[in-house]
């Protein structure tokens, strides 16, 4: 803390990002990221795109890309916003779509960064439980809010809302603006993006870092009615004008025009993941149902936290978070198969 803080500053509660080591031989499996590495043809979009006229500033509405985002999900390109990652894109939804008189809704259990975001803009909120199975109960959310934001597949559990528990939710709070964030999507759910047109309080929010192996790029997306869009496009041209720089362009819609990549890189980590799963199960671990590129486990004869410290000994990182209700739980990305088999290994015989 220093004389030359504003008092707004020393108050605030920052986001704590999981680690990223300087060491390269760790085994990572603590932040979802994809083993897979992006798209051949994103890579050799951004290489030619390397070159002089990165002295020009990029296309502020990032055209090509938004054309691209709207080519694939079926909308129209005012549908779609882009960011420097979906946490910007979150963060702009927050000031400028969830922050109202009456508190935002988001289960207790779940993106760490929702109330960081409520703290920066001033935003209220009620932390709505997940049901005793880890679960959200969309009946929950029938009560007067002044917004409601809950990742599907839910982080840090992974487990997936059906698409008819979205719409009862987006049903039971027409007049709020409901954000399914979908940073997990594609890794066994069905996106709510084919419900924008029939629910005019709904916006989809999506992230290249994970299905797509592009975290190192920061892009993530939002799409909507175009009314929601352009609050968003509102508060985009009063922060930063572009966000997103002439290779992140190229490459994200290189990577979107890219299905055949896409399609078997998720494949093989739900795989992975359906084999990791199974061989936790026979260690003795209860796992939740996931439908994300991690799982979200415990062991009922051994402490989380010694268990990540063991793994970590073993040069295995994995995420624990130290909070109520899920202080015993692991969460574990899925890794490439060797990555994989070193976390089976770091384990031992329970
Ligand atoms: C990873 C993640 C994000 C952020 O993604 P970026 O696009 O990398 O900023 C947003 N929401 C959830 C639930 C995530 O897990």
């Not at 994103?42 to 070159?51: C, D, R, S």
């Not at 008189?101 to 760490?112: A, E, M, R, T, W």
């Not at 703290?119 to 005793?132: K, M, N, Q, S």
């Not at 979908?182 to 029939?198: K, P, S």
Request: glycine share 6%; charged share 20%.
């Amino acid at each position: 803390m220093s004389k030359f803080w504003s008092p707004f500053v020393k108050n605030l509660v920052p986001y704590v990002p999981g680690e990223q080591p300087k060491l390269a031989k760790l085994v990572k499996l603590n932040t979802n990221e994809n083993p897979y590495g992006p798209s051949p043809k994103a890579l050799a979009a951004m290489q030619t795109e390397l070159n002089d006229n990165l002295r020009l500033y990029p296309d502020p509405n990032s055209d090509l890309l938004k054309q691209a985002v709207a080519r694939y999900y079926g909308v129209q390109g005012n549908q779609v916003f882009l960011g420097n990652g979906s946490d910007e894109v979150l963060a702009h939804i927050f000031h400028g779509l969830l922050q109202h008189d009456k508190p935002l809704l988001f289960p207790d259990i779940s993106y760490s960064f929702y109330p960081v975001y409520c703290g920066l803009y001033g935003i209220t909120f009620d932390a709505v439980p997940l049901d005793e199975q880890f679960q959200i109960n969309p009946a929950d959310y029938a009560k007067p809010n002044g917004g409601i934001i809950f990742p599907n597949p839910n982080a840090p559990t992974g487990c997936l809302l059906a698409l008819e528990a979205v719409e009862q939710i987006l049903k039971a709070s027409p007049d709020s603006v409901v954000v399914v964030d979908e940073a997990y999507i594609d890794f066994g759910g069905e996106t709510a993006i084919t419900l924008v047109d029939r629910y005019p309080n709904l916006l989809v929010t999506q992230t290249l870092s994970k299905s797509r192996s592009l975290a190192g790029l920061r892009v993530g997306l939002a799409v909507g009615h175009p009314d929601l869009i352009e609050a968003l496009e509102r508060i985009k041209n009063s922060f930063n004008s572009y966000p997103l720089d002439r290779l992140a362009i190229v490459g994200a819609a290189a990577a979107f025009e890219d299905r055949e990549y896409f399609d078997k890189t998720c494949r093989l980590v739900i795989e992975s993941r359906e084999q990791v799963v199974a061989q936790l199960q026979a260690k003795g671990f209860e796992v939740l149902p996931s439908a994300a590129n991690f799982i979200f486990a415990r062991h009922p004869k051994h402490d989380a936290a010694g268990l990540a410290a063991k793994l970590r000994e073993q040069g295995v990182i994995v995420r624990h978070f130290k909070q109520e209700r899920i202080a015993q739980f692991l969460r574990i990305s899925i890794g490439a198969p060797e990555q994989n088999q070193a976390l089976i290994d770091g384990l031992g015989d329970l």
